[in-house]
């Protein structure tokens, strides 16, 4: 059993505010203002360099990678921590791509992140050997997974709907074609049950700063499936993935296993308030954790679908379908999404025209769905959106 009591106390949630918010950006543990202080002031502080062996910063990237790993379904000393989630998208499609010279086609779907479509777009340019990056709708994959297919890079869940795919049977697909899987789970990490190693994936990269609360800028991760470890090739071979970084020798060699997927320097502080983060998850069952979310995201959608009749849902409504947030689309998205803020309601907004509510148990109980629910109604039916201060676009929506 999971005690969602004492995970809301471990965060810190401003007075007067609900929020929806935390699939973009967790908020912040309690312990780790006092865990990064501590590790300023008693290790780079006191222990200058020398925190690298003494503090044990050289390791964290690993250790932290494991604690990941539990929660997705990793093999122990497969995941890796280190720079953000787009260079990690780039470092596993780089190496999948090697894994399948004679093929030429990457495949992934509209519902993808910019950012690893955009990677994509750049490594074919750098790669320059012809590849195709084949975006289709996300409800054609499965058939779009021919045998031209080197790569397929889906996220599995849809950051603006939520739609939730079907990691084993797409990996499966993709095995039966001779594709090789990379999976994002920007979206799955800490928001529902994910087995990576029970899938077959064979890679599988995240981010830490959305369910997982490690803070803004928080280091990604990255898992390479134990078979091919000792084989995936780096293409961003930086020294500290070098089999013997303080050889200092001219000629780069890939390091053992997971190692190699690390770059330069690791965040240590930005670890520091990570690993504060992960001591909140050592507590929790992940199955107790969908279920809640569950029924607190089936709350709100009951709620709102009552009360709103002007909002369209963008989510799917079989809750099995879906990852931890949900959607809804209407054309004054944005204005309503600054009124609901106004109240202290805090969702977000994704172009062109998704308001979109993350439902994560850890901080989030009933009463407060119910009561965001009802300053949606209240925004809807009195027209409190349609205010020109709402329909100021700020640089970060
Ligand atoms: C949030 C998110 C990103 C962001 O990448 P960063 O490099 O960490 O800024 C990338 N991909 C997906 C699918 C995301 O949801």
Partial sequence: MTDFTATRA??????????LDGNSLGPLPRAASDRMARTMRD????????GWNRAGWMAQPRGLG?????????????????DTLSIKVYQALAAALEMRPERRVILSDSGNFPSDLYMAEGLIRAFGRGHELRVVAPEAVAEAITEEVAVTLLTEVDYRTGRLHDMTDLTARAHAAGAVTIWDLAHSAGALPV??????????????????NGGP????????????????????????????PFAFEP?????????????????VLAMAALDAALDIWDGVDMAALRRRSIELSELFIAEVGAACPGLTLASPRDAARRGSQVSFRHEEGYAIIQALIARGVIGDFRTPDILRFGFTPLYLGHGEVRAAAGHLAEIMTERLWDRPEYRIRAAVT
């Fill in 43 to 50: 290790e780079w502080g006191e222990m200058l360099i020398t």
């Fill in 195 to 212: 087995d990576v190693a029970g899938a077959g994936a064979d890679f599988a990269v995240g981010c830490t700063y959305k369910y997982l």
């Fill in 217 to 244: 800028g928080a280091p990604a991760f990255i898992y390479v499936a134990p078979r091919h470890a000792e084989m995936a090739f780096p293409a961003l071979s930086g020294w500290l993935g070098h089999e013997a």
């Fill in 251 to 267: 000629r780069y060699r890939a390091g053992a296993g997971i190692e190699r997927m690390r770059v330069g320097t690791p965040p």
């Fill in 66 to 82: 494991d604690r990941i790993g539990r929660l997705i379904g990793a093999e122990p000393g497969h995941v890796v921590l280190g």
């Fill in 10 to 19: 471990a965060f810190h949630l401003p007075e007067g505010v609900i929020y």
